[in-house]
């Protein structure tokens, strides 16, 4: 009879059990108290009371992406791998990340061009990579010390979103938001003026649309047209020069003759340079657009669905 080797069956189950308990241990809930709990007593050590919100943000974020890392690195736990364009986690909530931002997120509502909720829009919530997000804090922060708030529309954008737009500009006969959105424009030129294409730098995560809202008035602040209209009047140089910083009132490129007041255009050029002396860049067909420039995933388009990261 074969004498049966105990050490070693003692060895796998001991070992067996060490994996299960770090495998546990590694779920974000319990990782996070714990990294919170080191990141305020670094600060008390420094004199420091409490924790920010952006470094509370910023610690979410590294419980969170660590807990992956370790319950990945497991692997026989039976769940697939995800690809690059699944892994969310270097995003973040910018509720949480900017917290002096005021959200309205339109593709979530049905207060948009298409008239209908957004394929990839679970929540009514902002993501954006960390890099940007950290670049957008700066612009809420100096903005907020002129007296505006940033109002953000859209963030990060999953492909699955832009694919619903795609769908909805082939169908030339749904118009149900053409007089809010485009009056001026026939609906089968978007494609061809590039109001709507099959990839968007949304989907790679560090891009942004947004507005002002003044603290004083209690408003919105007057951009001389609404967001994600379709138009030349949507342009950063309609009626002037925002290199030059210049108001001509030149509409000619106007199909309709409207055009926008030297307050509108100072408007936007508020915000425009705010966000470029913080690295982003613009768009030159839409005011409220901009794309960190040193952005960590040029060539990612990401698919996760826009939801309250886990």
């Not at 809010?180 to 790679?204: A, C, N, W």
């Not at 290199?243 to 106007?254: F, H, I």
Request: aromatic content about 12%; overall charge neutral.
């Amino acid at each position: 009879m074969k004498k049966k080797n105990t050490p070693h069956r003692i060895l796998w189950i001991l070992l067996a059990v060490i994996v299960l308990v770090l495998f546990w241990a590694a779920s974000e809930h319990r990782l996070r108290p714990a990294y919170i709990g080191i990141a305020k007593l670094e600060n008390k050590i420094k004199g420091i009371d409490g924790i920010s919100a952006a470094s509370l943000a910023q610690v979410k974020g590294d419980a969170r992406r660590h807990s992956r890392m370790i319950r990945k690195g497991f692997g026989l736990f039976g769940k697939a791998k995800e690809t690059p364009e699944e892994n969310s986690d270097d995003f973040v909530e910018l509720a949480e990340a900017v917290p002096d931002a005021i959200l309205e997120i339109r593709y979530y509502s049905t207060y948009n061009f298409v008239g209908t909720r957004i394929d990839g829009y679970k929540q009514p919530t902002a993501l954006l990579t960390r890099r940007a997000a950290d670049s957008l804090r700066a612009v809420s922060d100096e903005l907020l010390a002129l007296g505006y708030r940033i109002k953000i529309y859209d963030a990060y954008r999953p492909q699955r979103a832009v694919d619903h737009f795609v769908r909805w500009a082939a169908d030339v006969t749904d118009t149900l938001m053409k007089p809010y959105f485009y009056p001026d424009l026939d609906k089968s030129v978007l494609f061809d003026q590039l109001y709507i294409m099959e990839k968007s730098g949304h989907t790679r995560g560090s891009t942004v649309d947004l507005t002002l809202f003044d603290m004083a008035t209690e408003k919105e602040v007057d951009m001389g047209g609404t967001f994600d209209w379709f138009g030349p009047e949507s342009h950063p140089d309609f009626c002037g020069n925002p290199v030059m910083g210049l108001y001509n009132g030149d509409n000619r490129k106007s199909p309709a003759g409207r055009s926008i007041n030297a307050e509108q255009f100072a408007n936007r050029q508020i915000l425009r340079e705010a966000m470029l002396r913080h690295g982003f860049k613009p768009l030159e067909s839409e005011w409220w657009h901009f794309t960190l420039a040193d952005e960590p995933y040029p060539d990612t388009y990401f698919t996760f669905p826009v939801r309250n990261l886990p």
